[in-house]
C-alpha cells in the first residue's frame, strides 16, 4: 500500500479535532468512512469533514473494501469487541486510551490481534509529541544524572453532569473501567513508561472522597523504575482546583513539565535553569498517528503498541483494585 484509508468507530467529541482531521492531513493517509449508532450523527460528520462514507453500524465500516486501517473511538467498554472484530477482517487496528476496562481485556485483544497477523496500536498520542520527546531526549543526554525519583500530582473539580441529568461515561466504571483515573490519568502513567520504563512493584490506595458518582475520584501510589528510581503519584477529581504538575529530580537536576497543561518543560542543573516551549499541534494526535502510518508502510515506527497499553492498563489495575 501506499496510501493508508481509515475508518472511525465512534465518531463523537474527541474526533471533531484531536483526531479525525490529522487523518486527513497526514502524509499517505485518508480518511473514507465514519461510523455512528446514530446515522444522521454520522452522516452529518461525514458531510462536515469530507467523508467519502458513513455507516451506522460498526462492522460494515469494518468490511467496507475501501477501508484498510480501522480507528475505535468509543468508549473502553466497547474496545474489545471492535478490535476482535477488526483483526478477524484482518485490519490494523489504532484504539483509543485507555486500552480496555481490563487486563484481561487487553490481553485478549492482543492475541486477536497477534493470531490474525494484524499490528494494535493505542492512543497515548503524548509519547509521540515534541514536548515529550524533548523530555525524552533530556533524561537520555544525561542532562539530570541518574534518576532516583519521580513524582505525579493532578487534581481538578469535580465533573458535572449532563443536561440529561446523567454522569458522564467516564465516571461510570461499567463503560470506562473506573473513573477519571482511567482516562486521563492513564496517559502520565503511560507517559512515565516511555520516559523511564515499566512500573514495577505498583502499590495503591483508591477512595471516594466526594461520594458523588460510583467511581474513586481519588487515587494515590507508589512503585519502582525499571532503572532502580522510585516514583510517587495522587490524582483528586474532586479537588477545588486545577493542577497538573510531574517531577523527575536526578543525581544532577530536575526536570518538571505538565502533562495536560500548556506551559513549558524547566530543566534545573548546575548550569543553571532553561526552559522549553514547545507548542502542541491543532490537532494532537497527529504525529503518533502519522508514527502509526509510517509503521504500516514500513517507514518506521509508533511508539505505543497494545503491549505497551497493556502495562499501563496493569499499573491502573493494581492502584484501583482495594476499591474494586
Known amino acids: 500500500m501506499k496510501n493508508i484509508r481509515w475508518g472511525i468507530i465512534g465518531c463523537g467529541n474527541v474526533t471533531e479535532v484531536k483526531s479525525g482531521p490529522a487523518f486527513q492531513l497526514a502524509e499517505n493517509s485518508s480518511l473514507q468512512a465514519v461510523m455512528r449508532r446514530n446515522g444522521e450523527k454520522a452522516k452529518d460528520y461525514a458531510k462536515r469533514h469530507g467523508v467519502p462514507s458513513w455507516y451506522d453500524k460498526a462492522e460494515d465500516l469494518i468490511h467496507d473494501n475501501e477501508v484498510d486501517a480501522v480507528y ?14 477488526a483483526a478477524e477482517a484482518g485490519k490494523p487496528v489504532y484504539v483509543e486510551k485507555p486500552m480496555a476496562g481490563s487486563t484481561d481485556e487487553c490481553a485478549e485483544m492482543i492475541k486477536a490481534c497477534e493470531n490474525h497477523g494484524v499490528p494494535l496500536f493505542v492512543a497515548y498520542y503524548r509519547r509521540s509529541l515534541p514536548r515529550f520527546r524533548k523530555v525524552k531526549e533530556l533524561l537520555n543526554a544525561g542532562s539530570i544524572g541518574e534518576v532516583r525519583f519521580a513524582s505525579i500530582q493532578q487534581t481538578q473539580p469535580i465533573v458535572q453532569k449532563d443536561e440529561n441529568g446523567e454522569w458522564p ?82 543525581t544532577k537536576g530536575e526536570i518538571t513539565f505538565s502533562t495536560f497543561d500548556d506551559k513549558p ?32 508502510l514500513g517507514k518506521g515506527a509508533c511508539p505505543s503498541t497494545g503491549k505497551t497499553a497493556f502495562r499501563t492498563n496493569q499499573v491502573m489495575a493494581e492502584l484501583v483494585k482495594e476499591y474494586y
Do not use: C
Open 72 to 85: 475505535i473511538a468509543t468508549p473502553p467498554s466497547s474496545h474489545k469487541q471492535y478490535t476482535i472484530m
Open 169 to 250: 461515561w467516564r465516571v461510570i466504571p461499567e463503560k470506562s473501567g473506573a473513573g477519571l483515573f482511567y482516562d486521563v490519568g492513564s496517559h502520565t502513567l503511560d507517559l512515565f513508561d516511555y520516559l523511564l520504563g515499566p512500573l514495577n512493584e505498583v502499590k495503591g490506595s483508591a477512595v471516594n472522597l466526594a461520594d458523588s458518582y460510583p467511581a474513586e475520584d481519588t487515587v494515590s501510589g507508589t512503585w519502582k523504575f525499571e532503572n532502580g528510581g522510585v516514583g510517587i503519584g495522587v490524582w483528586n477529581f474532586s479537588s477545588y482546583s486545577k493542577e497538573d504538575d510531574n517531577r523527575i529530580v536526578g
Open 265 to 296: 518543560i524547566i530543566l534545573l542543573n548546575e548550569a543553571g535553569e532553561e526552559s522549553f516551549y514547545i507548542e502542541h499541534p491543532k490537532h494532537i494526535q497527529y504525529y503518533h498517528i502519522q508514527s502509526i502510518i509510517d509503521e504500516l
